[in-house]
Every structure is written in structure tokens, then in C-alpha cells.
Nanobody
Framework: QVQLVESGGGSVQAGGSLRLSCAAS????????KGWFRQAPGKEREVIAL????????YYVEDVKGRFAISQDKARDMLYLQMNSLKPEDTAMYYC??????????????WGQGTQVTVSS
């Protein structure tokens, strides 16, 4: 059974930094892609950073480009999100996820329980 466990969330002042980690276990095969989502109160969950195992592509949603960086340690099955220059609007629950392609559709199959990030002004 695949488990994803996030850590590293917390409270920080605007302009500060946090590094989120996601420890994975139980994979029977490598997922096609891994990523970070966030969900703010009253808003839908959105993917903010994605890394594909099939090609070198990394994707960021526009409002985190240049501030956040996704990375991984394949040997340890770890996924990271370095978040710099944090803003109050980055306040949300952050989730790591992994999945595979179903045809040309990304299926996010595995989810962590989430870690809260709160940025104060």
C-alpha cells in the first residue's frame, strides 16, 4: 500500500521560507509524475508544482514561479518543495501526490494527508 507523508509545514512571516518534504513508501512501480497541490479555505485544490518521471519537464503554476522549487531524491523516494519569498496568499494546506497516465490524462492516484502552511503579513 502506497503511503505519502508530508512534513515541514508551519507558520512563517511574509518573505520567509519553508521546505516541505514528502516521504513515499510502498510503491510497486515508479509513478509517472509527482507533484505538490495546495488548497486554501473556500478554494479548490490546485496543482502548483509537478515533476515528470518520463521527461525532464517541471511545471509550476504562474504565481509560484521563481519562488518555489520542486525537487526529488529518487533513491530515498522523497519529494521536496522549497518555498521562498512566501506571501500571505500562499496560506493553504499543501499536499503531495503521485500518479500515472491514463491515455493522455494524468491520474493522481496517491495522496498525502497534507501539511498546513500559514503565512502572516
Amino acid at each position: 500500500q502506497v503511503q505519502l507523508v508530508e512534513s515541514g509545514g508551519g507558520s512563517v512571516q511574509a518573505g520567509g521560507s519553508l521546505r516541505l518534504s514528502c516521504a513515499a513508501s510502498g510503491y510497486t512501480y515508479s509513478p509517472n509524475f509527482k507533484g505538490w497541490f495546495r488548497q486554501a479555505p473556500g478554494k479548490e485544490r490546485e496543482v502548483i508544482a509537478l515533476i515528470s518521471m518520463d521527461d525532464p519537464g517541471i511545471y509550476y503554476v504562474e504565481d509560484v514561479k521563481g519562488r518555489f522549487a520542486i525537487s526529488q531524491d529518487k533513491a530515498r523516494d522523497m519529494l521536496y518543495l522549497q518555498m521562498n519569498s512566501l506571501k500571505p496568499e500562499d496560506t493553504a494546506m499543501y499536499y503531495c501526490a503521485a500518479g500515472e497516465w491514463a491515455g493522455n490524462i494524468r491520474k493522481w492516484r496517491y495522496w498525502g494527508q497534507g501539511t498546513q502552511v500559514t503565512v502572516s503579513s
